[in-house]
């Protein structure tokens, strides 16, 4: 069974960092490629970054809100993948999701984590 | 600035049939953006429903079905039943590594 579990949420300053990890089990987290996705109070669902696997290059992608702030980075002897989060803004408030990512043809989010919840304010 | 477009709300009778859409604020939707649903209820973390336009998703019933019609993506939920009463988010691949959100839609079965 997949399971991908995140942590590291938690209340910070604006202006501050934090590092979110989700472990995976379940399947060869080696070859798979990883996304974060986040969710706003009371708002819709909005893609933040993700990271290939390392035999696809391990390049990243983020979305433009994020871009030049937020790094996200994999360990893959832990099965875990990361995204670091600096400069924290009020709006990066949500619950952050970790998925899994069909890439090549198919291009889909297929397994989701439970999400953690990170609160920027002072 | 692309902006992926859904119905903020929608409402089906029970055992109705529902369609929600997926467009986009410029040009219109094909199967190369990849587009891809989701089903979210209160409280949960989403559930993939349907990939690559028209294939479901491990396990999902076959009373939902995705496609094109017309200019954008399309979902929809034959027989509607109670619980599926949720938010229906689509997505589509940009090219470039990028995905984009639409809005969701509020959907309410009564």
């Known amino acids: 069974e997949v399971q991908l579990v995140e942590s590291g949420g938690g209340l910070v300053e604006p202006g501050g960092s934090l590092r979110l990890s989700c472990a995976a089990s379940g399947f060869t987290f080696s070859n798979a490629w990883m996304s974060w996705v986040r969710q706003a109070p009371g708002k819709g669902l909005e893609w933040v970054g993700r990271?290939?696997?390392?035999?696809?290059?391990?390049?990243?992608d983020y979305a433009a809100p994020v871009k030049g702030r937020f790094s996200i980075s994999r360990d893959d002897s832990k099965n875990t993948v990361f995204l670091q989060m600096n400069s924290l803004k009020t709006e990066d408030t949500a619950v952050y999701y970790c998925?899994?990512?069909?890439?090549?043809?198919?291009?889909?989010?297929?397994?989701w984590g439970q999400g953690t919840l990170v609160a920027v304010s002072s | 600035q692309i902006v992926v477009t859904q119905e903020p709300s929608f409402s089906v009778s029970p055992g109705g049939t529902v369609t929600l859409t997926c467009g986009l604020s410029s040009g219109s939707v094909s199967t190369s953006y990849y587009p891809s649903w989701y089903q979210q209820t209160p409280g949960q973390a989403p559930r993939t429903l349907i990939y690559s336009t028209n294939t479901r998703s491990s396990g999902v019933p076959d009373r939902f079905s995705g496609s094109i019609l017309g200019n954008k993506a399309a979902l929809t939920i034959t027989g509607a039943q109670a619980d599926d009463e949720s938010d229906y988010y689509c997505v589509l691949y940009m090219g470039s590594g990028i995905w984009v959100f639409g809005g969701g839609t509020k959907l309410t079965v009564l």
């Open positions: 998925t899994t990512v069909r890439g090549s043809n198919l291009q889909y989010f297929q397994y």
């Open positions: 990271i290939k696997s390392k035999t696809d290059g391990g390049t990243t």
